[in-house]
């Protein structure tokens, strides 16, 4: 089955440097990739999909992911990050033959200091 | 939060006991999710819908049953609740056009079992 991992569980940065969010992934065959944040007490809020063409994705808020096939990754970034951007973060990963079995990495939490 | 709906909010309910978590949506979509997010592992799905009173297991359904009898309702059962299954649960569901569509989450349900 697919898997994701998301190798930092904290990622601090000052407001206005820019920031990455680590994300690598295992599947049989081509991914679907998705990155979602999520603030407390609320649920997932989709950002951005890699489903195919070019590997760089621009999302919500600012936000890109660039898809690396031969590193297996799929990094969230941000030219310049703001206190607001503070939350949970998720990737995730699903087989394109199997469009109901998503499957999430187990998050970042991202806080951007003034 | 994509016209979606979870009740209750919160519950805290004894070992043992019976529980229905009800998700509603309000856009006729075809497939439904329900997931379950405990610390250190994102998030995992326990069943989803692909259609009135068509389900099917994810990764997690032990100790949980599922059913559909309406396109906007899906609702998630303990039959007899455990304290492992204390945890967070979100529905979520994927818009029917096209096999690559990102899914929409609703707000939680925080779920305490003593």
């Known amino acids: 089955a697919q898997s994701v991992a998301q190798p930092e569980d904290q990622v601090n940065v000052a407001e206005g440097n820019p920031l990455t969010v680590k994300c690598t992934y295992s599947v049989s065959g081509n991914p679907y990739l998705f990155w979602y944040v999520q603030y407390p007490n609320r649920g997932l809020q989709f950002l951005l999909k890699?489903?195919?063409?070019?590997?760089l994705v621009k999302g919500s808020y600012g936000f890109e992911a660039e898809f690396n096939k031969s590193q297996t990754s799929f990094h969230l970034k941000k030219p310049s990050a703001l206190v607001s951007d503070s939350a949970l973060y998720f990737c995730?990963?699903?087989?394109?033959?199997?469009?109901?079995?998503?499957?999430f990495g187990a998050g970042t939490r991202l806080t951007v200091k003034p | 939060d994509a016209g979606i709906t979870q009740s209750p909010r919160h519950k805290v309910t004894e070992t043992g006991t019976p529980v229905t978590l009800r998700c509603h949506q309000t856009e006729n979509h075809r497939y439904m999710y329900w997931y379950r997010q405990d610390p250190g592992h994102g998030l995992r799905l326990i069943h989803y819908s692909y259609g009135v009173k068509d389900t099917d297991k994810g990764e997690v359904s032990d100790g949980y049953s599922v059913s559909r009898s309406k396109t906007e309702d899906f609702l998630l059962t303990l039959e007899s609740a455990t304290s492992s299954q204390t945890s967070v649960y979100f529905c979520?569901?994927?818009?029917?056009?096209?096999?690559?569509?990102?899914?929409?989450f609703g707000p939680g349900t925080r779920l305490t079992v003593l």
């Open positions: 995730a990963v699903r087989a394109i033959y199997n469009n109901n079995d998503m499957r």
């Open positions: 890699y489903i195919t063409g070019d590997n």
């Open positions: 979520a569901i994927r818009a029917t056009s096209g096999d690559y569509n990102e899914q929409f």
